[in-house]
Protein backbone atom coordinates (compact mmCIF):
# COMPACT_ATOMS: atom_id res chain seq x y z
CA UNK A 1 0.00 0.00 0.00
CA UNK A 2 1.12 3.40 -1.14
CA UNK A 3 1.61 6.24 1.86
CA UNK A 4 -0.72 8.59 2.46
CA UNK A 5 1.81 10.58 4.36
CA UNK A 6 2.42 14.03 2.91
CA UNK A 7 6.37 14.71 2.65
CA UNK A 8 7.77 17.70 1.17
CA UNK A 9 11.05 17.94 2.48
CA UNK A 10 13.41 18.48 -0.73
CA UNK A 11 10.51 20.53 -2.51
CA UNK A 12 10.89 22.84 0.19
CA UNK A 13 14.75 23.14 -0.02
CA UNK A 14 15.22 23.07 -4.06
CA UNK A 15 13.65 24.53 -7.01
CA UNK A 16 13.45 21.51 -9.40
CA UNK A 17 12.38 22.20 -13.26
CA UNK A 18 13.21 18.96 -15.71
CA UNK A 19 12.74 20.43 -19.32
CA UNK A 20 12.72 18.37 -22.86
CA UNK A 21 15.35 20.49 -24.81
CA UNK A 22 14.95 21.03 -28.87
CA UNK A 23 16.81 24.26 -29.83
CA UNK A 24 16.55 23.21 -33.57
CA UNK A 25 19.85 24.72 -33.99
CA UNK A 26 23.17 23.41 -33.67
CA UNK A 27 23.85 27.35 -31.68
CA UNK A 28 24.87 27.48 -28.37
CA UNK A 29 21.04 28.20 -27.11
CA UNK A 30 19.93 28.60 -23.21
CA UNK A 31 17.64 26.34 -22.23
CA UNK A 32 14.12 26.34 -22.64
CA UNK A 33 11.26 23.87 -22.77
CA UNK A 34 9.18 25.23 -25.86
CA UNK A 35 11.77 25.33 -28.44
CA UNK A 36 13.38 28.44 -27.65
CA UNK A 37 10.31 30.75 -27.47
CA UNK A 38 10.26 30.98 -23.33
CA UNK A 39 14.14 30.95 -21.57
CA UNK A 40 14.40 29.18 -18.52
CA UNK A 41 16.19 31.29 -16.16
CA UNK A 42 16.86 31.28 -12.32
CA UNK A 43 16.68 34.44 -9.99
CA UNK A 44 19.82 33.63 -7.48
CA UNK A 45 18.63 36.18 -4.93
CA UNK A 46 16.90 33.25 -3.29
CA UNK A 47 19.42 30.27 -4.11
CA UNK A 48 23.03 29.24 -2.99
CA UNK A 49 24.06 26.90 -5.49
CA UNK A 50 22.61 25.80 -9.08
CA UNK A 51 23.10 22.02 -10.88
CA UNK A 52 22.22 21.54 -14.31
CA UNK A 53 22.15 17.91 -15.53
CA UNK A 54 21.74 17.49 -19.40
CA UNK A 55 21.17 14.05 -21.22
CA UNK A 56 20.12 13.31 -25.07
CA UNK A 57 17.03 12.98 -25.24
CA UNK A 58 16.95 12.33 -29.15
CA UNK A 59 19.95 12.19 -31.05
CA UNK A 60 20.48 12.25 -35.56
CA UNK A 61 24.22 13.77 -34.58
CA UNK A 62 26.66 13.65 -32.34
CA UNK A 63 24.16 14.58 -29.36
CA UNK A 64 25.22 16.69 -26.01
CA UNK A 65 29.23 18.72 -27.10
CA UNK A 66 28.49 21.18 -24.21
CA UNK A 67 26.97 21.93 -21.26
CA UNK A 68 27.55 25.53 -20.13
CA UNK A 69 26.17 27.79 -16.37
CA UNK A 70 25.94 31.82 -17.51
CA UNK A 71 24.86 34.23 -15.81
CA UNK A 72 23.14 37.90 -16.52
CA UNK A 73 22.14 40.82 -14.95
CA UNK A 74 18.63 40.41 -16.56
CA UNK A 75 16.34 37.23 -17.58
CA UNK A 76 17.55 37.45 -22.00
CA UNK A 77 20.26 35.40 -23.84
CA UNK A 78 20.88 37.98 -25.92
CA UNK A 79 21.80 40.34 -23.18
CA UNK A 80 25.43 41.95 -23.17
CA UNK A 81 25.99 41.10 -19.73
CA UNK A 82 25.94 37.15 -19.92
CA UNK A 83 28.82 35.75 -18.66
CA UNK A 84 30.09 31.79 -18.61
CA UNK A 85 30.52 30.87 -14.88
CA UNK A 86 31.08 26.90 -15.49
CA UNK A 87 31.49 24.96 -18.62
CA UNK A 88 31.58 21.43 -19.11
CA UNK A 89 34.28 21.94 -21.48
CA UNK A 90 33.89 19.85 -24.89
CA UNK A 91 32.73 16.52 -24.25
CA UNK A 92 31.28 13.98 -26.63
CA UNK A 93 27.92 12.58 -24.95
CA UNK A 94 27.18 11.08 -28.49
CA UNK A 95 24.90 7.90 -26.91
CA UNK A 96 21.94 7.74 -25.29
CA UNK A 97 22.19 7.37 -21.89
CA UNK A 98 25.05 9.86 -21.63
CA UNK A 99 24.88 12.98 -19.38
CA UNK A 100 26.76 15.88 -18.34
CA UNK A 101 26.69 17.74 -15.00
CA UNK A 102 27.85 21.53 -14.28
CA UNK A 103 27.35 23.09 -10.77
CA UNK A 104 27.87 26.37 -9.50
CA UNK A 105 27.41 28.53 -6.20
CA UNK A 106 26.06 31.57 -5.66
CA UNK A 107 29.72 33.01 -4.52
CA UNK A 108 31.01 31.53 -8.33
CA UNK A 109 28.73 33.95 -9.45
CA UNK A 110 28.60 37.07 -8.05
CA UNK A 111 32.59 36.56 -7.99
CA UNK A 112 32.35 36.71 -11.87
CA UNK A 113 30.69 39.71 -11.60
CA UNK A 114 33.36 42.43 -12.52
CA UNK A 115 30.70 45.06 -14.46
CA UNK A 116 27.19 43.54 -13.95
CA UNK A 117 25.01 42.51 -11.46
CA UNK A 118 24.91 38.71 -12.27
CA UNK A 119 21.57 38.34 -10.65
CA UNK A 120 19.64 35.57 -13.33
CA UNK A 121 21.64 32.27 -13.89
CA UNK A 122 20.81 29.75 -16.55
CA UNK A 123 22.15 26.91 -18.48
CA UNK A 124 23.44 26.84 -22.34
CA UNK A 125 23.60 24.21 -24.25
CA UNK A 126 25.36 23.04 -27.70
CA UNK A 127 24.38 19.86 -29.43
CA UNK A 128 26.04 18.24 -32.53
CA UNK A 129 23.28 18.51 -34.66
CA UNK A 130 19.85 20.71 -35.39
CA UNK A 131 17.60 17.24 -34.83
CA UNK A 132 19.04 16.73 -31.61
CA UNK A 133 17.40 17.27 -28.50
CA UNK A 134 18.57 16.95 -24.48
CA UNK A 135 16.53 16.72 -21.63
CA UNK A 136 17.59 19.17 -18.97
CA UNK A 137 17.14 18.67 -15.01
CA UNK A 138 17.99 22.34 -13.31
CA UNK A 139 18.05 21.95 -9.77
CA UNK A 140 18.47 25.31 -7.30
CA UNK A 141 18.97 24.90 -3.36
CA UNK A 142 17.50 27.87 -1.52
CA UNK A 143 18.97 30.17 1.07
CA UNK A 144 15.81 29.64 3.25
CA UNK A 145 13.00 26.58 3.07
CA UNK A 146 10.11 27.45 1.45
CA UNK A 147 6.44 25.83 0.74
CA UNK A 148 5.89 25.10 -2.38
CA UNK A 149 9.25 25.74 -4.48
CA UNK A 150 8.58 22.70 -6.60
CA UNK A 151 5.67 21.26 -7.56
CA UNK A 152 4.29 18.62 -9.90
CA UNK A 153 4.24 20.43 -13.72
CA UNK A 154 1.62 18.89 -16.19
CA UNK A 155 1.34 20.73 -19.66
CA UNK A 156 -2.25 21.14 -20.49
Known sequence: MASSVSTDSLQTRFLIGAYDHDPGSTAVKVISADGGTTEIWVDMRDYSRLLVCATNGALTGAGITLLEIVASDSEDETDTSV??????????????????????????????????????????LTLANAADEAFVFLMAESKRPTDGLSATTIAS
Open 83 to 124: TQIKTSGTVAADALGDYVIVECTAEEIAHAASTYDLRYATAR
